[in-house]
């Protein structure tokens, strides 16, 4: 019982563009204002992350729950998922904006003599929103400082039914939690002369604003096959330590990420 709500609790997601093996030609230089005057520039990547997840969650006065699920374990319980990321900029100012949407739902028999039917049906959505500000640029490589909120929405459906007569149990329980922290950090792409190109990023925020903590890292390498399409591959890391009236999701979320990337 404590494995299915444990699955049926966190589902992950997020990632963006990049991690390669080309060295840099030149050493990035900071930008000319006029360089861009007038530019924008439109990217959108969909992309698929496999994160395993470790950790712990606690609803009301129910007893916490470990979490050490392998994204396998995941997929065995996944209905639906939806990830994308997009860009805009213009001059030296972008805005980003990335959606993680999954689905998940369990069901299981339990007491006794396998008289009680459990279903658990578990719905996470993670969207950050940034600002940025391009401090660095020289051809293809970038730096950019970014600020703004991620919010987390994380909804529980449960139900347990079956027994009989005295002993007949109907009990739902529906959840639903949502905050925004506030959220800072750095995005960064390398690429020289060829169409390989580094891509890493880092995002912290929190702060006791609402989750104790909220982290956000990346790192890939990708292949520009042309001014419009890119395929990149990586691997990220988030982490979240949420503790507020008696719900607790504290988890970090690893693993890999394959996405393609267009650019208009």
Same mark, same amino acid.
């Given at each position: 019982m404590r494995k299915i709500l444990s699955i049926a609790l966190v589902a992950g997601a997020i990632a963006?563009?990049?991690?390669?093996?080309?060295?840099?030609?030149a050493a990035p230089t900071p930008i000319v204002a006029e360089e861009f005057e007038s530019r924008w520039e439109t990217t959108l990547a969909v992309y698929l992350w496999a994160p395993g997840i470790?950790?712990?969650?606690r609803i009301g006065r129910l007893p916490t729950v470990d979490?050490?699920?392998?994204?396998?374990?995941?997929?065995?319980?996944?209905?639906?998922?939806?990830?994308a990321v997009g860009e805009v900029r213009k001059d030296q100012w972008g805005f980003f904006v990335?959606?993680?949407?999954?689905?998940?739902?369990?069901?299981?028999?339990a007491g006794p003599r396998g008289g009680l039917e459990v279903e658990i049906e578990n719905q996470l959505?993670? *969207?950050? +929103?940034? !600002?940025?500000?391009?401090?660095?640029?020289d051809n293809n490589t970038s730096v950019d400082l970014m600020a703004g909120a991620r919010v987390w929405d994380v909804r529980l459906d449960a139900s347990v039914t079956g027994g009989g007569g005295p002993f007949s149990v109907d009990f739902q329980q529906d959840l639903s939690e949502t905050w925004v922290d506030p959220?800072?950090?750095?995005? *960064?792409? +390398?690429? !020289?002369?060829?169409?390989?190109?580094?891509s890493t990023w880092g995002l912290i925020g929190g702060f006791g604003a609402a989750a104790d903590i909220d982290w956000d890292v990346f790192g890939g390498v990708g292949y520009q096959f042309n001014d419009?399409?890119?395929?990149l591959a990586?691997?990220?890391?988030?982490?979240v330590d949420y503790d507020r009236d008696g719900f607790l999701f504290d988890i970090v979320e690893q693993g890999p990420v394959l996405g393609g990337v267009f650019r208009f």
């Amino acid at each position: 019982m404590r494995k299915i709500l444990s699955i049926a609790l966190v589902a992950g997601a997020i990632a963006t563009p990049s991690l390669a093996a080309d060295a840099i030609t030149a050493a990035p230089t900071p930008i000319v204002a006029e360089e861009f005057e007038s530019r924008w520039e439109t990217t959108l990547a969909v992309y698929l992350w496999a994160p395993g997840i470790s950790g712990s969650t606690r609803i009301g006065r129910l007893p916490t729950v470990d979490i050490d699920a392998s994204f396998s374990d995941l997929w065995d319980n996944l209905d639906f998922a939806f990830m994308a990321v997009g860009e805009v900029r213009k001059d030296q100012w972008g805005f980003f904006v990335d959606v993680v949407y999954t689905k998940l739902s369990s069901s299981a028999t339990a007491g006794p003599r396998g008289g009680l039917e459990v279903e658990i049906e578990n719905q996470l959505t993670i *969207a950050t +929103f940034m !600002g940025e500000y391009r401090v660095l640029e020289d051809n293809n490589t970038s730096v950019d400082l970014m600020a703004g909120a991620r919010v987390w929405d994380v909804r529980l459906d449960a139900s347990v039914t079956g027994g009989g007569g005295p002993f007949s149990v109907d009990f739902q329980q529906d959840l639903s939690e949502t905050w925004v922290d506030p959220m800072i950090g750095v995005k *960064a792409r +390398f690429q !020289g002369s060829s169409p390989w190109f580094i891509s890493t990023w880092g995002l912290i925020g929190g702060f006791g604003a609402a989750a104790d903590i909220d982290w956000d890292v990346f790192g890939g390498v990708g292949y520009q096959f042309n001014d419009t399409f890119s395929l990149l591959a990586g691997y990220r890391a988030v982490g979240v330590d949420y503790d507020r009236d008696g719900f607790l999701f504290d988890i970090v979320e690893q693993g890999p990420v394959l996405g393609g990337v267009f650019r208009f």
